[in-house]
């Protein structure tokens, strides 16, 4: 029986793979926007190279923030690695816990949100309206609740990237006592 449960992990590949070929979409999506920019500079040097300029890099950071996430969950909860393998790879790229994998996926939207509140201003001409702040505010909220994820019991604290698994049992029990 848990040889089969074992077995079934096997199905984050999908999840792993999807992620990193949706990656490689926003990738290419990114780099003709950034084509289209070249083209806006000859034609129409005014706001549109900014805002497409923008809307280029909106689409590259989250390239980039999608091999991250398709990279945690591959190496994360797919792949065993030896401590010695582990160690070789770069920070960004091990995940020890579902707890780390949430707060990454939080700080993915808020990066996307920041990026596309930029493009937005970018993007306009004219004086904002108030209900322009329900992005900013969102974001706010966003980070603010990451906070509190980060800080509550059994997720460490913030920007605390050690895990469990590699603290001494002395450890825990004197963080449980405080």
Known sequence: MINILLKLRFVMALASIGVIAAAGLMFWEGLLTLWHAFA?????????????????????LFAIVLVIFGC???????????????AALPDWMVIDSVAELKN????????????HFATLVAETDQMLQWNALVLPISILLLAGAMRLIADSPGHGAYGDHTSVQNKSPASIASADDS
């Open 40 to 60: 806006y500079v000859r034609t129409d040097p005014d706001l549109a190279v900014i805002a497409a300029v923008m809307r280029a890099t909106d689409k590259l």
């Open 72 to 86: 945690a969950i591959a190496l994360g909860f797919l792949v065993d690695l030896s401590p010695e393998q582990r």
């Open 104 to 115: 990454l996926f939080i700080q993915m939207i808020i990066l996307y949100l920041v990026v």
